[in-house]
DNA sequence: TTTATTTACGAAACCGGTTGCGTGTTATAA
DNA sequence: TTATAACACGCAACCGGTTTCGTAAATAAA
């Protein structure tokens, strides 16, 4: 159904009696061509409604405009939210975005890579999935000159450009805070030990129980899967234990919010009164909740901006990116799941 | 920094001492090449690291394997969510997804329209902007025999593929249940009255006061900006007037639910007590919300695989879209927000 | 053994725009 | 007036696969 008859440069030149050469150099307002010649060039394509074909260009030129964001979920308010950033960026300087979603897979992510070296984008800027446990597929791709940008989940050892928020400071900050609101016993809940941010965030976590002399004999960081009937479980677990129940918890990640609020009402716990809750989470109805979530919020708009600043001025200037690391602050917003009663607000 | 030495077919027939047709042939497993040519090929291009240049096959077959989807917003639960209801079916089915992001302003919507005639894609998915005021962008493109479906939000009358919900029913059950649950005055918050889906909400609720000789002297169906200030002023203005303000409110999107309930703690109106509501959302966090939030639940995910399988058998079978619209229904999850107290689950 | 087919591959055009080089024409300088 | 340079454009190769057509060699049929 694609219409036949679509007009090229050869039928404006036929159509002008010119050449190929003359009305693509025209198009691209050449100096060696004359501005009579130039309008009518114009004209006529303008006329025929003509459009540059993306192969034909992109064959010579070698480049699509376009840059592959990849990102382990996209019903998540942080990622959403740093597409929202990138898109605006990307679309100012001309640039198309191809989505990948790897699920957390990286049986996906391996199988994206191997689409991605056909030349059909300029450049990648990727979230790695929780279960990094290679980055082969990533180098790979880097070898053949791949420009391409970490943004929060990066891979640690991979020289190259990175956009993530001050994890170590928001672990500490967390941890601190629930701290100051008389916490005693405080759980780290994690998803992966592989993801190097998660890391910085269990050690800035660690830092403010030390400084702050609480040392717990057994294990106060656990990995929760992110299965729904596993997490329940563990975290259920965890909970109804009167040996193990914490009375504060600071949560990695978005997705532990729901099962955490959950699993508190139905036993009974209350937040914050009997547990204290903060969480890495970007939520824009935080403040809703029954109670209202106190988040470490993530600077996600910037992150997604700043990194496609990064990679559009590294396909701009056709240069390898450095190994520099671009650090978004995240804020505190306190709210009432970590506060003791009389200090609500 | 793009890899200079880029292994092409010209350098599989140059390492063989064959043609390259014979390879391209090869690679394609064409019955006209020998089984003992073809396995000399395949294990040079693997040794090679050959990866077919998208550009020049598409500058042949015409096709990118790409579609493009556009929407209003993506920081939104419905839309990220029926994104991902997308990706699940293009990514089966080889394709790759470019998004867009109209912000729901109509000029963006068309620039990005001019952008998507050169071939890129092969097909378009879009939720249409809210001030859709004109489309005759759409139909341009459709002219030059692009297809495309609408999910969602639709041009009613542009004859193509969409999938939507069952909006008057929707309408219709949620001014329903507010009455059933004894509301005297009930108004309907909407954001556009240029959308057809929207009307047909809007038509199903005014159905339902109907039937229930519900006749307001005055309007009961509102248009609610979507600038934060002017909604908070709008709606602000309507609870706070004891001659307007109504005791049941159906939104129609799900970005008012935020304002509604800021201002009703303000304006220290109690819901569902004084005032009960219900949304159109895809919220996950319906449910721990204070109040937990009733709505009218669209098959996000679903609508968003529907919509891909259409475009992407129209794609394949090169044929043009019939005028069919699939219909998705949406599901009533009652919560708190609506129920008289001795109601409460 | 001769003729008819099939098999396996090469040559070259093609997709549509880009670009270096060559050349005839006009304008400027000597 | 002649030499020189600037101008404006055509020609053709090129980007990297795809595809049609032609043909020599191998096989099958007569």
Not at 80 to 99: C, D, F, P, R
Request: some cysteine; glycine content about 4%.
């Amino acid at each position: 159904m694609i219409s036949q008859n679509h007009t090229t440069i050869k039928t404006i030149a036929a159509k002008l009696g010119i050449s190929k050469g003359t009305v693509s150099k025209a198009l691209q307002d050449s100096h060696e061509i004359s501005i009579a010649t130039k309008n009518k060039v114009l004209e006529a394509a303008n006329e025929l409604h003509y459009k540059p074909n993306h192969f034909a260009s992109g064959l010579k030129s070698r480049k699509s405009k376009a840059i592959a964001v990849i990102v382990p979920e996209i019903v998540d308010s942080f990622f959403s939210l740093a597409i929202k950033g990138i898109e605006t960026v990307t679309q100012k300087k001309g640039y198309h975005i191809n989505i990948y979603i790897t699920n957390d897979l990286i049986s996906k992510e391996k199988e994206i890579f191997k689409l991605l070296s056909d030349g059909r984008v300029d450049g990648v800027l990727i979230s790695i999935c929780r279960d990094a446990t290679c980055s082969d597929h990533i180098k790979e791709l880097m070898d053949i000159g791949m420009p391409l940008v970490f943004f929060d989940r990066a891979v640690e050892d991979i020289e190259t450009g990175k956009v993530v928020t001050d994890d170590f400071k928001s672990g500490y900050n967390a941890a601190q805070h629930l701290i100051e609101q008389g916490c005693k016993r405080v759980y780290f809940f994690s998803i992966s030990e592989n993801l190097s941010i998660l890391q910085k965030r269990v050690e800035g976590f660690k830092r403010a129980l030390f400084e702050n002399d609480i040392i717990e004999a057994g294990n106060n960081v656990y990995q929760i899967s992110t299965d729904e009937n596993k997490c329940l479980e563990t975290i259920t677990s965890l909970l109804s234990d009167p040996d193990l129940r914490p009375d504060g918890v600071v949560i990695s990640v978005e997705l532990l919010t729901i099962p955490i609020y959950i699993i508190c009402k139905k036993l009974n716990i209350s937040i914050p009164e009997d547990l204290k809750v903060i969480c890495f989470s970007n939520l824009r109805y935080a403040s809703l909740l029954s109670p209202p979530l106190t988040t470490i919020t993530q600077p996600a708009f910037e992150i997604g901006e700043q990194a496609a600043s990064l990679i559009c001025s590294a396909i701009a200037n056709n240069q390898s990116l450095k190994n520099e690391k671009i650090i978004c602050p995240s804020r505190l917003d306190v709210r009432n799941s970590s506060l003791v009663s009389d200090n609500w607000v």
